[in-house]
């Protein structure tokens, strides 16, 4: 599908980023939709770069868009607006460096190397002439550090960043050219695009260009808005080492790119490190300070690899926090671009709170290259989690993941493909994502509470004890927030040697001594919680549980003279011997003397209590008896109101978690699911629509994520 997305768009010479918001050529977009295309058809990738750079103006800056001119009349502003010198079919400005990068990415996944070889051949020049227009006209004070001169020059047209510079200009209405916004009317919503105010200064500063004939000089002499952005100048520090690289593979001398490279990396290290708030920030010429705003292009210094270790490790602490969180349990996916808890955040608004992939797919390589795998995989897997539920999306809702934007968007597509090599290449095929199920096979039952407690425990005492001992385990390696569980480090502890002794205990257990639905119910879920966590730690599990096919058939606890394995605890006691999704028996069969023990009747709440070691599974939470029927209550408000259900009231459609078309029968079929999820579904939006419309919408399921909830 990413792959047709690209073809789509494709024109014959280069790939408009969207087929209906943006039929230009783009031109950081021409480098991340390269790399791609580098996977698998190295002729589009290559000639997108080249399509580009033929439009390269004579003192080197490759503008950031290049007109099509049987495309024109969609878009403002159009080479009629910008008037730039002998009527070139580009705009006047340009955009993140991207392309060294791109190239030689193109060369290292080549299928034909000679071909690619003669490709780098020819595009070196070019590319060393765009470095060097930037060092010459955009870094007058010799810094090491480039300016801006527009926002759109940043990628981050709207971020929150340049508010605070733009607000600065003062503008004339009398003055200001007239002109027409066509941004709005692609059926994106006002409310996701910038202000009219923003617009009027865009315009501005477009003019002045125009005014001044495009005169680098003069323009710096004139342009209100100058600023040296973290995420340009890290994308050039890549694009420099990256382009040194070329140059010795063609082996040509690469001191000048050299020199460029270490004076821009000590230029971000130095000038734009806010240490008292431990990110990179933009620094402005004008004001001659930093510009205080969290967004998404602090962290990008990762990707220019020029963050000293010590501020990488600041960075990804900040990166870590709910601010920038990285779970959809929580309520979120991958990396916002502005910090969740900063006022002015917006889940929907373009550049200021949804989830872009360029920007995560350059965090991943950063978070990657400095050694932050565990992150860095979490990321990656996300990433790719994202298109295949909603889409290709331009961008994405933070919280729940849905698409917004232009649809069909092709850096979206191509990156995603970029991701999913990797994931192949990286991950020995086991794409559990889409749920292939390959895993070794364990003996049955395996029992994993073999060990001997040291202290007995009275028995009525052995369901509390086992609490105990897991709350210890909790405490430590629990994020109960993230739904996140450090099994490494729980396995070397000695909490875990205590929790696995208690363990011990239960083989002396009595079932019949549980007499309440509610002690049952509470016991029961905290059990399988406790069996999951154990098997995850004993079979080393890496990356998911499907690595093991019978993971829950298998693992067990021998509980007095009884085994229970996870699927009888599940399917034979809390739902009430059902029958398990996909099997053709009940797990108790007839005689089955464990059958006494069954619920009455199944409670569908308790599937948001029971975990399974994934990540689209609920949180783990522990469950008593005197409780239980608020705590499932909250288990299930949590999960209907996470991005395991999600409303799309504009295109009458519901995506809900897997786990409410496995277990269908529990809510009572179809329409039951519906009207479980309504009535935990907070007030809002969603709700409305889905109390009128709910006979009316299309119900999807959501592709289950079974990596492991590290
Ligand atoms: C928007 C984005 C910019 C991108 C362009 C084309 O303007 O802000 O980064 O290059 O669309 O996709």
């Not at 770069?49 to 290049?66: D, N, T």
């Not at 730690?537 to 998911?544: G, M, Q, R, T, Y």
């Amino acid at each position: 599908m990413a792959k047709k997305v690209l073809d789509a768009n494709w024109t014959g010479s280069y790939t408009k980023p969207s087929p209906r918001l943006y039929p230009h050529q783009w031109n950081w977009d021409s480098g991340f939709i390269a790399i791609g295309y580098a996977h698998y058809n190295q002729d589009h990738a290559q000639k997108e770069i080249e399509s580009l750079f033929r439009a390269q103006w004579p003192h080197g800056m490759v503008p950031q868009i290049v007109f099509n001119p049987h495309a024109l009349g969609n878009y403002f502003p159009e080479p009629d607006f910008w008037r730039v010198p002998e009527g070139r079919p580009t705009s006047g400005i340009t955009m993140p460096p991207l392309h060294a990068t791109a190239c030689l990415h193109i060369y290292q996944h080549a299928r034909h190397r000679e071909q690619a070889r003669d490709f780098l051949q020819t595009m070196y020049p070019r590319l060393l002439a765009s470095h060097r227009y930037l060092y010459k006209y955009r870094d007058p004070e010799r810094s090491g550090l480039v300016y801006i001169r527009h926002p759109w020059e940043s990628g981050l047209d709207n971020s929150p960043t340049w508010d605070g510079p733009l607000d600065n200009i003062e503008i004339d209405k009398k003055t200001l050219p007239d002109y027409e916004r066509k941004d709005l009317k692609h059926g994106v919503p006002p409310a996701q695009r910038p202000s009219d105010a923003h617009y009027d200064r865009y315009v501005h500063l477009v003019d002045l260009f125009r005014r001044h004939q495009y005169d680098e000089e003069s323009i710096y002499h004139e342009c209100p808005f100058l600023i040296q952005d973290v995420l340009f100048n890290a994308v050039l520090s890549r694009a420099n080492r990256d382009l040194v690289e070329i140059g010795k593979t063609l082996g040509l001398d690469t001191r000048e790119v050299e020199e460029w490279r270490d004076q821009t990396a000590s230029g971000i290290s130095q000038r734009l490190w806010c240490s008292d708030c431990n990110q990179f920030e933009a620094f402005d010429l004008i004001q001659r300070r930093l510009i205080h705003t969290p967004t998404v292009a602090a962290f990008m210094p990762l990707f220019g690899g020029t963050a000293s270790p010590s501020q990488a490790e600041r960075l990804y602490n900040y990166l870590d926090t709910v601010g920038f969180c990285a779970l959809h349990q929580g309520n979120c996916f991958t990396v916002p671009t502005y910090d969740m808890s900063e006022k002015g955040y917006d889940p929907h608004n373009y550049w200021r709170g949804p989830i872009w992939i360029n920007i995560n797919w350059m965090l991943f390589r950063g978070l990657a290259e400095y050694g932050y795998k565990q992150k860095a995989d979490s990321l990656k897997r996300d990433l790719i989690q994202l298109p295949i539920r909603f889409g290709f999306h331009e961008y994405f809702d933070s919280r729940v993941g849905k698409g917004y934007g232009s649809d069909q968007f092709s850096w979206t597509a191509a990156l995603f493909i970029d991701l999913i090599y990797d994931y192949y290449r990286e991950d020995g095929n086991r794409l559990w994502a889409i749920g292939s199920r390959k895993g070794r096979r364990l003996e049955s039952p395996r029992i994993l509470n073999t060990v001997d407690s040291l202290t007995p425990a009275p028995q009525k005492n052995i369901a509390s004890t086992l609490m105990a001992a897991i709350v210890d385990l909790r405490t430590r390696y629990f994020d109960i927030h993230r739904g996140r569980v450090d099994y490494a480090s729980m396995k070397e502890s000695p909490e875990y040697l205590a929790f696995t002794k208690t363990t011990g205990l239960l083989r002396s257990f009595d079932v019949a001594q549980l007499a309440t639905p509610d002690e049952k119910t509470a016991f029961w879920i905290d059990l399988y919680n406790a069996l999951v966590i154990h098997g995850i730690v004993e079979l080393n599990i890496k990356a998911s549980v499907q690595e093991v096919a019978n993971f829950f058939k298998s693992v067990s606890y021998q509980i007095g003279e009884f085994v229970f394995s996870l699927d009888d605890i599940e399917h034979g006691i809390l739902r009430a011997n059902a029958r398990p999704p996909y099997a053709i028996f009940r797990v108790f069969k007839i005689h089955d003397r464990r059958r006494r023990f069954s619920l009455d009747r199944v409670d569908p709440r308790i599937h948001f209590a029971v975990v399974c070691g994934s990540r689209s599974c609920p949180p783990i939470r522990f469950y008593k008896p005197e409780k239980v029927d608020d705590q499932l209550n909250l288990a299930a408000r949590h999960f209907v109101n996470s991005s395991e259900v999600i409303a799309l009231p504009e295109q009458h459609k519901v995506f809900l978690s897997q786990i409410f078309r496995w277990y269908e029968r529990d809510f009572g079929g179809r329409s039951g699911v519906l009207d479980f999820v309504l009535r935990f579904l907070d007030e809002g939006e969603e709700a409305t629509f889905l109390k009128r419309h709910a006979h009316l919408v299309t119900v999807n399921y959501l592709s289950y994520d079974w990596n492991l909830n590290h």
